[in-house]
């Protein structure tokens, strides 16, 4: 037996000078096989943008105060991103976990079997019993690579949704603030509605005017208060939709702004080829290639024969009879094999299902991919028609306004009617209606634009979880700080 130890200790030196893992497809295959039919352009093919380099710390921007707050306590209380963040938690257990297989497992075992205590037996033994599967053809290793990049993944879908979270505040916060705005609006058209009333009834009494301008007049007035309590309502939505949000019981009492914000100036929108490496669910979904790479060779190496290494120390003593073998303690060291020789092709099966599950998950970042393209271009388009919109509008309510100035003056002196004054009314408060409109929506539009362009909202830390599969720590961080109140070890 005096072999056994040797050809253990070769085994073990075999192991630890084995061959490194393959590595996983590189960004350029990922792209050639995802994305067959996309070439991209040298620059963005949508207007609107700065061809500079992306830039985070875009919420500051907007120069928003109250907004800066109503993010970072959405960041805090937001229930899907305390959901991603545990997540996190979850994937970093599952790493751990497929990380301990390529550990020595050691277990003790005690037992004591007194005359009148234990079982009766009275054997009494003590031992500590080791074994070691040498990772020979890489499937430990793989197990383990695999786990890290499901973490990574898992890591950078919480930084995205951090983003995301961070984007739905800011435009539910645009979009409480314009319907406040538009309520405000509303509210004009039924003072003006009210003026006409009491214009028509004045008009009536000296007997210039007549009972159907009365009529028409406060049937105005009708419209125009439906009309404002409708929109008093969708006010309140909108509030509640930001409470939400943010955490907070949804009883429609935040404050936003009576007013927009300013458009900031142009936005450094980078190149088409710099995003696949920069927005962090197109990098997590590149992240889910890399652990369905591995799964693979996992598998494989499944099929081939495991080689572990047993050694153990043990001690047996007995009260009651006398042991043959008075050499306590014993100490032993050993190797096994297992081959596997017939299993209904469930290993080959395993390895097929391994290798579709790689498809799936390269056809995946083709679609996160070519969404994200979109995205970008979607936004950059709608934002610049809504900044074409709001040049037309301004000129229009201008025009309306003066329009509806000349149109009660005729009525006043007896040369118009009262459905011009009410036309041009109701011209005007759709002209504002519109113009408040496209300048919400040229503010949500960049707000898209940010989010679609990955660069984030804060300070990027020093490293993330982009850089690889070992260098995912300040990513769970960023994940944790969205709700988790512990933090992944």
């Known amino acids: 037996m005096r072999n056994v130890p040797a050809a253990s200790l070769v085994l073990a030196v075999a192991v630890l000078s084995g061959c490194a893992l393959a590595p996983p497809p590189s960004s350029d295959e990922v792209r050639t096989q995802a994305l067959p039919n996309v070439t991209l352009p040298a620059a963005w093919t949508a207007p609107g943008g700065m061809q500079a380099d992306v830039r985070p710390s875009w919420l500051a921007t907007l120069h928003e105060p109250q907004l800066d707050a109503l993010v970072r306590e959405a960041l805090a209380y937001n229930s899907d991103l305390r959901i991603a963040a545990a997540r996190v938690e979850q994937a970093a257990a599952y790493a751990k976990l497929a990380n301990s297989t390529i550990y020595p497992v050691v277990n003790l075992l005690a037992h004591g079997g007194g005359k009148s205590g234990g079982d009766a037996s009275g054997l009494n033994i003590f031992g500590l019993f080791a074994s070691w599967e040498l990772d020979v053809w890489g499937r430990a290793r793989a197990q383990q690579a695999a786990g890290e990049a499901q973490y990574a993944s898992a890591a950078l879908d919480a930084e995205y949704a951090r983003q995301s979270i961070a984007a739905m505040v800011a435009k539910s916060w645009i979009l409480a603030t314009e319907a406040r705005a538009q309520r405000a609006i509303a ?61 907070r019981y949804p009883s429609a009492a935040i404050d936003v702004p009576a007013t927009l914000p300013t458009l900031p100036g142009p936005v450094p929108v980078g190149l088409p080829s710099d995003l696949l490496e920069r927005r962090p669910d197109v990098i997590a979904a590149a992240r889910r290639i890399d652990a369905a790479f591995y799964n693979v060779l996992e598998a494989r190496a499944a099929r081939l024969p495991k080689i572990a290494l047993t050694a153990s120390v043990n001690t047996v003593s007995s ?104 036309t041009q009314n109701v011209a005007l408060y759709g002209a504002r209606t519109a113009l408040l409109r496209a300048q919400s929506d040229a503010l949500v539009q960049r707000v898209n634009l940010y989010l679609a362009l990955g660069g984030g909202f804060d300070e990027p830390p020093a490293q993330s979880a982009a850089e690889g599969p070992h260098a995912m720590q300040s990513a769970a961080a960023s994940a944790n700080d969205a709700g988790s109140a512990h933090p992944v070890h």
Not at 228 to 243: F, M, S
């Open 319 to 422: 009260e009651l009879f006398l042991l043959q073998n008075h050499g306590n303690p014993v100490a032993s060291l050993g190797a096994n094999l297992v081959a596997p020789l017939f299993n209904g092709h469930a290993l080959e099966a395993q390895v097929d299902i391994r290798t579709a599950e790689q498809k799936l998950a390269i056809a995946d970042y083709g679609r996160v991919a070519t969404k994200a393209f979109s995205e970008v271009e979607g936004a950059l388009s709608a934002e610049f028609a809504a900044n074409d919109r709001q040049t037309f509008l301004a000129s229009a309510v201008n025009n309306n306004g003066r329009t509806v100035e000349l149109a009660q003056v005729r009525f006043r002196v007896g040369s118009g009617d009262l459905r011009a004054v009410l």
């Open 187 to 247: 509210d004009d058209v039924v003072r003006a509605s009210e003026q006409s009333v009491g214009l028509a009834d004045d008009r009536l009494r000296v007997g210039r005017g007549d009972e159907y301008d009365v009529a028409l007049a406060r049937a105005n007035l009708d419209t125009s208060r439906d009309a404002a309590r409708q929109l008093a309502l969708a006010y309140d939505q909108a509030q509640r939709a930001l409470e939400l949000l943010i955490g």
